[in-house]
């Protein structure tokens, strides 16, 4: 089982309405939770940090994170075709004294006109 | 406001033959890490750097080795690069324990 899993995708959203990504982590410890878009041929860039359960807003984006369920997710309000990116979720495990973040394998987001 | 420099962007290697990737970060990160992307698999840790004078094997391990020179630089070395290495890898940077990662611009890597 990996540590962080994501479904790959491609996800189509039409522009303008909720595209929602998932992700699981094996690891019950976790504590740091996070989400970055790439573009393609770029490098991540970070658009979320959540550490506690619930949900945390950042204008159109919310991340919610439910430890219970192992389980974290990105929502993305009025998509724009700008938003059309591969979105990575990473995890801390709480093995880790060193600030190891794994990362899942990407959704791969498109919004349609 | 350079955060993490990458040396080189782009490389071409035989099989065989040696090579050492840069890493530099001027934001005082304390944790410094090496990550490779290959298309469809995310991206897989292969070594990362707590601290200065420490560092530790990822996901992904054999056939690299790492220094971390200073708490600046953290360099990544192929001794004898194989085509299964050819990848893009990214170098990232951490400060405060358990915060996110800056990452820098890549390097993509070809071995024929």
């Known amino acids: 089982q990996k540590e962080v899993e994501q479904n790959s995708g491609p996800l189509s959203v039409p522009e303008g309405a909720i595209a929602s990504l998932n992700c699981t982590y094996s690891?019950?410890?976790?504590?740091?939770f996070f989400w970055y878009r790439q573009y393609s041929g770029k490098s991540p860039e970070l658009i979320m940090s959540?550490?506690?359960?619930g949900d945390k807003e950042d204008g159109r984006f919310t991340a919610q994170l439910n430890k219970a369920s192992q389980y974290v997710s990105l929502l993305i309000r009025d998509s724009q075709p700008s938003d059309s990116a591969t979105y990575l979720c990473?995890?801390?495990?709480?093995?880790?004294?060193?600030?190891?973040?794994?990362f899942g394998s990407g959704t791969r987001l498109s919004i349609r006109p | 406001n350079a955060g993490v420099t990458q040396t080189p962007k782009f490389q071409v290697l035989k099989t065989g033959q040696s090579m050492t990737l840069q890493c530099a970060q001027d934001m005082n990160h304390n944790s410094m890490y090496w990550y490779r992307q290959d298309p469809g698999m995310g991206l897989r840790l292969i070594y990362y750097?707590?601290?200065?004078?420490?560092?530790d094997k990822g996901e992904v391990p054999n056939g690299y080795n790492v220094s971390r020179l200073n708490k600046r630089e953290f360099s990544l070395r192929l001794e004898s690069a194989a085509p299964s290495q050819t990848s893009v890898y990214f170098c990232?940077?951490?400060?405060?324990?358990?915060?996110?990662?800056?990452f820098g611009q890549g390097t993509r890597l070809t071995v024929v």
């Open positions: 690891d019950r410890g976790s504590q740091s």
């Open positions: 959540i550490y506690s359960n």
């Open positions: 990232a940077s951490s400060g405060v324990s358990n915060t996110e990662a800056f």
């Open positions: 750097s707590a601290s200065e004078g420490t560092t």
């Open positions: 990473a995890v801390i495990p709480w093995y880790s004294s060193a600030s190891k973040i794994i």
